[in-house]
Every structure is written in structure tokens, then in C-alpha cells.
């Protein structure tokens, strides 16, 4: 166990604002004091990042964030020496930059790794050592051992995903796994109502939510929309005096993937969706739904 790990989920929760979620924010901090590093995985807009960057604040100790794209190197994850420097006095420790991996590991701090699965394979491999013996050898420096107190919280987005590549067998190993579902109506027209800068009507909001949960299960729709795209709607809606129509229009468009748009448009889908849920045909309610 650490020092200093006396956060309940509750007190991250109400001080983060995280609607729900309890069960995966005990899971993240078990993980975190037992010393395991965590994963948490699911479908984008799904809150892998507001759950981590809570947990990383509200943890009690120092963090550090990393944001993976592709072009990231292993270079700035673990640090490099100052170019000038080393050309005026050769390789020595105090021209050492640290990058977030290595400073973490030296002050004993966590590390959070937004959309992990985004890094090149080159920084993966970087971690692999870092988690599994909490070292990396660094050329021209030596070997960092880590401090205690140390650790990683990473999240990424399911393999089915555009612009996803996947973490080796290796690295997976090192983690432990949180998935995350999309959560309740009740629960999203929360993060909704909370959200939206616009302050929709709570018809608004309910609408905003039946219809973006509707795009989840409809066979017509490969990939459905998340919870942002609902924030979006209603705000939209508001600004539209009502016209949850063009809103949803609107919002959805970058948001949704149609299974074959020839065969069924995106305007007549969304047509056909908004007209069900003015009915009041819902979607089954329930987590993971
Ligand atoms: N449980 C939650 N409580 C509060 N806000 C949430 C929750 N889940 C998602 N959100 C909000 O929804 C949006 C999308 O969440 P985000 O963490 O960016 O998703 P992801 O990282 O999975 O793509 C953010 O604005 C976030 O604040
Ligand atoms: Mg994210």
C-alpha cells in the first residue's frame, strides 16, 4: 500500500464532478494502492478521460499527463540532453532533461497516459521495462529506478476504433483492465444537464439523450454516439428554440458511422429515430446499453 491513499471514491466524485461511476472509480483505486497500473478501456465520449484525470487529481499525489499521438517519441517520454550542453561539455547528468516517464518515476509520482494505444510502438516498448521492473535505462545517463509511489493510469479506445492501433500482449499484461460502458439515461441526462453551456429545458435534455442512445442500437448505425453528442444536441436544441431535428442533425453528423449509407441516408435515419423517440419509443434502459 502507499502512503497517503486515503481517497474514497465518493470524495473524487463529488469533488470532479463524476456522475455515477462509483464501482469504476473503487476499481481504479485499488488498483493504484495495491501498485498495479491501470487501463481504462472503452468506446470513445464514454469518460475514460474525465475518470482518470479525476482519479490522477484527486489521488494525493503528483501527477504528470501525457496525451499519445503518433507521432510522440520515446525521446520525449523519457527525456533527452540538452543538444548545446552536450556539444560543450559532453554527456553529463545535470544536462539531462528529464521527460514525464523519467520524472515520474524519480519523484514516485503517477503518470496518466491519455489514449495510450496511440503511441508508436517504439514509446510502448519504453514502458514495458518501466512497469514491469520500475526501470529505464537511459543512454549516456544510466539506469532510473523508480521511487515508490510510482505509477501509470493510461486510457485507450477499444481495437474497433479509427486511428486505433493496439498495445503488444506484452504491455497488456502490465495492466489491469477497466471497461467502461456507456451509463443510464438517467445518468447521462445528468452529465447533460451539467455539461451544456446553454442551460436546456430538462425536455431537451431527455430528448437529447433518448435519440443519441437510440443511435446505438440501431442496425442501421455501425457506430453510435456518445454522451458528448447529447451535450451537443441539447445545447443546440436551446439555441434552435426546439428544433431537435436540426440539432440532432447537426451534432450527429461527424458523430455517427451508418453500416452502409447508401442503402439507408443519414438524413433518413435520423428521421426515422427522432420520430420514435417524440413517440416515446425508448431504448432499454441500463448500463452497457
Ligand atoms: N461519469 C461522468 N461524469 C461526469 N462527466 C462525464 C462522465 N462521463 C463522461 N462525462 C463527460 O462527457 C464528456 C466525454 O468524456 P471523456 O472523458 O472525454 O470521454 P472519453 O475520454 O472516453 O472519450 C466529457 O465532457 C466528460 O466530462
Ligand atoms: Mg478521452
Known amino acids: 500500500m502507499l502512503r497517503g491513499d486515503v ?24 488498483c493504484l494502492q ?31 499527463r501525457v496525451d499519445g499521438d503518433g507521432r510522440y517519441t520515446e525521446a520525449k517520454l523519457v527525456g533527452h540532453f540538452d543538444p548545446p550542453g552536450v556539444l560543450e561539455r559532453g554527456y553529463v547528468a545535470e544536462l539531462f532533461v528529464p521527460g514525464p516517464l523519467v520524472e515520474a518515476m524519480q519523484t514516485g509520482a503517477l ?4 489514449e495510450l494505444n496511440r503511441m508508436p510502438e517504439g514509446v510502448q516498448n519504453v514502458l514495458l521495462p518501466a512497469l514491469d521492473e520500475g526501470m529505464v535505462h537511459v543512454p549516456h545517463l544510466g539506469t532510473i529506478q523508480a521511487a515508490e509511489g510510482f505509477g501509470l493510469i ?6 474497433e476504433f479509427v486511428a486505433t492501433g493496439q498495445l503488444s500482449e506484452a504491455l497488456l499484461d502490465r495492466f489491469e483492465l477497466v471497461r467502461l460502458l456507456h451509463q443510464d439515461a438517467a445518468e447521462e441526462r445528468h452529465i447533460v ?5 446553454c442551460e436546456p429545458e430538462p425536455e431537451i435534455i431527455a430528448r437529447a439523450v433518448e435519440l443519441v442512445r437510440a443511435t446505438r442500437h ?19 436544441a436551446t439555441t434552435l428554440d426546439g428544433d431537435l431535428r436540426l440539432a440532432a442533425e447537426l451534432a450527429l453528423a461527424t458523430r455517427i458511422e451508418l453500416a452502409d449509407a447508401r442503402e ?25 446499453t
Do not use: C, Y
Open 111 to 114: 503518470l496518466f497516459i491519455n
Open 218 to 236: 440501431d442496425p442501421r448505425i455501425r457506430r453510435g454516439a456518445s454522451v458528448r453528442a447529447a451535450v451537443a444536441i441539447a445545447d443546440l
Open 7 to 30: 481517497v474514497n471514491p465518493e470524495q473524487i466524485a463529488r469533488a470532479h464532478h463524476i456522475v455515477g461511476r462509483r464501482r469504476e472509480l473503487r476499481a481504479v483505486l485499488a
Open 154 to 159: 493510461a486510457t485507450q479506445n477499444p481495437a
Open 34 to 64: 495495491a501498485g498495479r497500473n491501470v487501463l481504462l478501456e472503452g468506446p470513445v465520449g464514454v469518460g475514460k478521460t474525465a475518470l482518470a484525470r479525476a482519479v490522477a487529481m484527486g489521488a494525493g499525489r503528483r501527477w504528470l
Open 264 to 288: 439507408t441516408p443519414f438524413g433518413d435515419v435520423l428521421a426515422d429515430l427522432e420520430k420514435k423517440v417524440a413517440a416515446g419509443v425508448t431504448t432499454p434502459a441500463g448500463p452497457g
Open 193 to 197: 444537464a451539467q455539461d451544456a453551456t
